[in-house]
């Protein structure tokens, strides 16, 4: 058994532990004969954890095998994908130099609600105010 958790240290690699019964073999025999030991581990690397730090372990008993299954769910963080505060909109003039533009920007601004930022933006609220009305 060190030599196992040997070449798992060399290897860079932790047991994930586990949820339910603590033992994934059973030789099925009765009384003082039986031994039951914890043998089918679920391993990953410290990379794989950070992707997906929410993955767990659980041992399921099985009637077809003297092992445990093992059910690993893979969950990753999902506030690693979403940002804390939303993008802000940046404008770049190159866009006035394409062609559609004059045309985009006059249908878009005739449209009742627009979409910018994610935020639905009302066009007759903004036509209100005088530094963007005046566009």
Not at 107 to 128: P, R
Request: proline share 3%; aromatic share 10%.
């Amino acid at each position: 058994m060190k030599a196992f958790r040997d070449r798992l240290n060399d290897c860079h690699l932790s047991d994930l532990g586990f949820t339910g019964y603590p033992f994934t073999w059973d030789n099925r025999r009765s009384g003082d004969d039986n031994v039951q030991v914890r043998l089918d581990r679920v391993v990953c690397s410290v990379a794989f954890m950070e992707m997906f730090p929410n993955t767990s372990v659980q041992h399921i008993m099985i009637e077809e095998s003297d092992h445990l299954a093992l059910l690993v769910k893979v969950q990753e963080d999902v506030r690693i994908h979403t940002r804390a505060e939303p993008r802000s909109f940046k404008f770049e003039e190159m866009w006035t130099k394409h062609n559609d533009y004059e045309d985009m920007f006059q249908n878009v601004w005739q449209q009742q609600e627009f979409e910018a930022a994610g935020l639905m933006v009302s066009g007759t609220v903004l036509k209100m105010c005088p530094t963007v009305g005046s566009v």
